[in-house]
């Protein structure tokens, strides 16, 4: 009796828990990867003021690539590129097509001058981001949206939506 009264209060307690845990590993995986690209964002704004050159963050068909894809949709990897030699690269690990990254810069690219400042298109940024999120919707906030806007500071703004 004992036994069954021990696993019928196993069974409940891990009914509730595990949907609360899958809710915070697919946050983390989001939260995560957005660091990363903040992360390669200011790699590239630092290394452009030290190099003094111009330093690229844009989409790419893997980590260790050399050149930027211009027409991803959804980022498979990120490269920081000064011109084609490259400085550090991350995959994206989409999850089985539930993690997405897709950005509203031209061509999928930000590029910092000497002077730290983020351009796209040959324009300042300024309300184009680098948007990460997850069709996971049990979650508080699924959306990430990375701005490097005036002045190539970086701000992350938390949403909850669809992806």
Sequence with gaps: MELMLTLV??????????????GVINSNRVLTQSNDIV????LARSEAITRNATITVC???NATSTS????????????????????RGGEINNYSSTLKVF???????????????ARTGGALINAE???VCTTFSKID?????????????ISTVTTKGTC
């Design 59 to 61: 989409a790419a068909d």
């Design 9 to 22: 209060i196993a069974a409940t307690l891990m009914g509730v828990a595990v949907p609360a845990f899958r």
């Design 39 to 42: 992360a390669a964002l200011n």
């Design 129 to 131: 981001a680098i948007t």
């Design 68 to 87: 930027c894809n211009i027409t991803a949709t959804n980022w498979p990897a990120w490269v920081v590129l000064n011109g084609s030699t490259l400085i």
């Design 103 to 117: 950005a509203g810069l031209a061509s999928n690219t930000a590029t910092y001058s000497s002077d730290g400042l």
């Design 141 to 153: 906030k699924n959306i990430y949206t990375i701005s490097p806007g005036g002045g190539s500071r």
